[in-house]
């Protein structure tokens, strides 16, 4: 068996996520679902099957040297994703007991650690898990129809594992829901609303939504599946796209579900989110030199550059914050979406100045802030 040597890691745009760490406990995913673009590494690298090597990836979390964006983060101990590009409790776990070791070792050392699987029910039996767990199940707005067509009925029942969600919430774990991807074209906004209210009626506080990640590997698989890639591929663009999600904000404002939305852009700025993850999650240790946390607090008047841990690439951070990209989002392109919200912009603005010259402070920006209406608002009643 070969080992995965890249197990444990760090998002590349670990600038955009609060959760960039991450360990796969396998190469490959047995499910292989036909809208996952993680795949097209596989198809890339190889299918064979890889194993992590757990006790190298102990040795490596306890390390206490190096400089690089990972190192950083294992040393300020920061919530690790359990399950990033492969589901830790696919079919190999119960043979090779990877990620069950894996989970045992990071409750023993007390590390927070989401972990995100198909799989929540396999997860529990295997591991009993602990107080600095998370689960978070992946389940799509689709429900059975995307358990049939898109997971190839080789996980377990969406319903079985919101039940599950349920009983280890009242067990006293925490506990949330990945609805990603939202595919716009193929899902609906009534199959979105009837899983929030299945949801709510389990008890699960939130969720999480983005549109579909496409490359190629992606649309063939879904055009031979026989979806309307075309019509996918058009209502997956931002114009199409952002009316969607602000109904799908609406949705779960009106259910006060927390909905968890990486897509800091297209949300606009009047959308406050209500977790310190863009996964709808509220984790002990994120990190927070990103999007996700910029937003936050230049919608609190803050100074996003004061939140630098030394994670990262603060100069690229900087960028983003200062809007000066043309080739990927950055702060100043919320502002650009909203037809109103002038004083958001005095905000975003006097937010850069104070970063340059300490001429104003938080208290001042978050008066303005307040009198604006771009405060941190809960849910619709």
């Not at 989002?329 to 979406?337: C, F, H, P, Q, R």
Request: charged content about 30%; hydrophobic content about 35%; some cysteine.
């Amino acid at each position: 068996m070969k080992v995965y040597t890249s197990a444990l890691g760090v998002r590349g745009d670990m600038l955009y996520c609060p959760l960039p760490v991450s360990i796969d406990s396998y190469w490959t995913c047995e499910p292989n679902c036909a809208h996952c673009f993680a795949r097209r590494l596989n198809r890339t690298w190889g299918w064979d099957f890889r194993a992590a090597d757990v006790e190298a990836v102990k040795r490596k979390l306890l390390t206490k040297k190096g400089k690089s964006p990972l190192h950083r983060a294992l040393q300020l101990k920061k919530t690790i994703r359990l399950g990033s590009r492969s589901d830790p409790f696919q079919d190999c776990e119960l043979k090779h007991k990877v990620s069950t070791e894996i989970v045992k070792f990071l409750v023993k050392k007390k590390w927070d650690v989401v972990i995100q699987t198909k799989f929540p029910r396999r997860a529990w039996e295997l591991t009993g898990l602990g107080e600095n767990c998370t689960v978070m199940a992946v389940i799509m707005p689709g429900l059975e129809k995307d358990w049939e067509i898109l997971e190839f009925k080789r996980t377990e029942k969406p319903i079985r594992r919101i039940k599950m969600l349920s009983y280890l919430q009242k067990k006293g774990f925490r506990v949330g829901a990945n609805g990603e991807p939202f595919i716009p074209g193929y899902h609906t906004i009534e199959q979105f609303e009837e899983t929030i209210k299945l949801l709510k009626e389990y008890g699960i506080k939130s969720y999480n939504t983005y549109n579909l990640h496409m490359n190629d590997y992606v649309v063939k698989n879904l055009f031979n599946l026989g979806l309307d890639i075309e019509k996918i591929w058009y209502m997956n663009q931002d114009e199409q796209w952002r009316p969607i999600l602000r109904q799908l904000l609406d949705i779960c404002n009106k259910y006060d579900i927390i909905l968890g939305c990486p897509d800091f852009v297209n949300s606009g700025w009047e959308d406050v989110q209500r977790s310190n993850t863009c996964c709808g999650l509220d984790v002990k240790n994120p990190c927070t030199f990103n999007t996700h946390h910029f937003k936050l607090a230049v919608q609190k008047g803050e100074s996003p550059l004061e939140l630098w841990e030394g994670i990262g690439k603060y100069e690229e951070g900087k960028t983003l914050v200062e809007g000066n990209l043309d080739n990927a989002y950055t702060l100043k392109d919320i502002v650009g979406n909203l037809g109103e919200g002038e004083l958001c912009v005095e905000i975003f603005r006097d937010t850069k100045i104070s970063q340059q010259n300490n001429s104003r402070n938080a208290s001042t920006l978050s008066r303005k802030a307040e009198s604006s209406g771009c405060e941190r608002k809960g849910p619709k009643k």
